[in-house]
Structures are given as C-alpha cells and as structure tokens.
Antibody, heavy 118, light 107 residues
Framework: EVQLVESGGGVIRPGGSLRLSCVDS????????MSWVRQAPGKGLEWVSG????????GYADFVKGRFTISRDNAKKSLFLQMNSLRAEDTALYYC???????????WGQGTMVTVSS | EAVMTQYPATLSVSPGERATLSCRAS??????LAWYQQKPGRAPRLLIY???TRATAIPARFSGSGSGTEFTLTISSLQFEDFAVYYC?????????FGQGTKVEIK
C-alpha cells in the first residue's frame, strides 16, 4: 500500500526547535516533489513548504520563511522539516504530501501534531 | 497571493440530493485547481484536479467545472459517506493556497 508516515511532532516551548520526518513506502519517492501542509486545530489547510525531486528547488510560505528548512534524502525515501524559532501560531497538525511544483497534492500522510506552548 | 474563497461555508443537504459547492480565486488560476475531501480525524483526500479530472478511484458522482476564477464541485447524489469538509486549492501561483472549506452536513 502506498503511504506516507510522519513523525517528530510534540510539545515545544516558544522559541524552540523540532525536526519533522516523513517516510514513503510503496512509490518511487525520487520521482516526486514533496510538500508540508499544516492545519491548526479547527482550521483550514495551509501550504508550508515544498521541495522538488532533486532537492535543489525549495519554496516556503512567507509565515515560515527564514525559520523552517525543508530537505529530503532520496536514498532513505525521507522528507524533513527543520522548524526553528517556533511560535504559538505554528501549533498545528503537519501533513506530508506528495506534490510541489506540478499538480495537486495527490497523496497525504496522517500528520504529526506540533504544539507550541509555554 | 491568490486568495481562494469558498461558499457557502456550510451546506445542509439530504442524502440523495445534489450538492453544489463554489470556489472563487482572487486572480486567474487557469485550470490549476484541485478539490479535496476531509473527514473528521482524517487526512485530506484528492477528489478532482485540473478543475474537472477525477482522481483515481473517485466515484463518478463527483464532478468539477470552471476555469480562471470561478469553479464548482458538484456531488450529484449525496451518499452518507460524502458528508465532510471540502477544500479547493490552486496550484497555478505561489504560494499554493487553499480555500477555507465548505462543510457539507446532513439536513
């Protein structure tokens, strides 16, 4: 079965850092761009960041630019999101999703929850 | 940034009836528009892309139309499993943006 599995979420104090991971199983990971999309509790969806197949093209939403860094390891079929200088408003369920430059997000993980609170 | 506006916010429909959901973009997104379904506690699922193409395994009762700035998702005969929140999303401009969602509830 094709799926994405996220990990790394947790409770962190404002100003802290977390690193999210997403592992693919069942598809050719390096054929696809990948993204992170988040959803605050009870709210809608927000695209956070994306990376192309090779990892040499990345994009960020303005609200995370300079604080978050996306990367990937194709040999390990893994996607990462390094999150620094976390704020309360970053509290959300973070989804890993297949897709970036071309096309929609056609495959989603189940998400990993990040809570920023003192 | 292309702001996506969905309406109505909530749609009350009886099973078996037709549901029509709308999405408007603040600037043209061509046909680079997707629709997703999200049920409580679940990840979003891609329904429609390219404004009108059904994704894999999506039933024919779901259809999409529109281009430019006005788009519609139609569910021809609502089944109980279709009661959920639906989001539109454009992938024509940066950053990628979503609408705020339309909740389809049982009347």
């Amino acid at each position: 079965e094709v799926q994405l599995v996220e990990s790394g979420g947790g409770v962190i104090r404002p100003g802290g850092s977390l690193r999210l991971s997403c592992v693919d199983s069942g598809f050719t990971f390096d054929d696809y761009g990948m993204s992170w999309v988040r959803q605050a509790p009870g709210k809608g969806l927000e695209w956070v960041s994306g990376i192309n197949r090779n990892g040499d093209n990345t994009g960020y939403a303005d609200f995370v630019k300079g604080r978050f860094t996306i990367s990937r390891d194709n040999a390990k079929k893994s996607l990462f999101l390094q999150m620094n200088s976390l704020r309360a408003e970053d509290t959300a369920l973070y989804y890993c999703a297949r897709g970036y430059i071309n096309g929609p997000f056609d495959l989603w993980g189940q998400g990993t929850m990040v809570t920023v609170s003192s | 940034e292309a702001v996506m506006t969905q309406y109505p916010a909530t749609l009350s429909v009886s099973p078996g009836e037709r549901a029509t959901l709308s999405c408007r973009a603040s600037q043209s997104v061509s046909s680079n528009l997707a629709w997703y379904q999200q049920k409580p506690g679940r990840a979003p699922r891609l329904l429609i892309y390219g404004a009108s193409t059904r994704a894999t395994a999506i039933p024919a009762r779901f259809s999409g139309s529109g281009s430019g700035t006005e788009f519609t998702l139609t569910i021809s005969s609502l089944q109980f499993e279709d009661f959920a929140v639906y989001y539109c999303q454009q992938y024509n401009n940066w950053p990628r943006t979503f609408g705020q969602g339309t909740k389809v509830e049982i009347k």
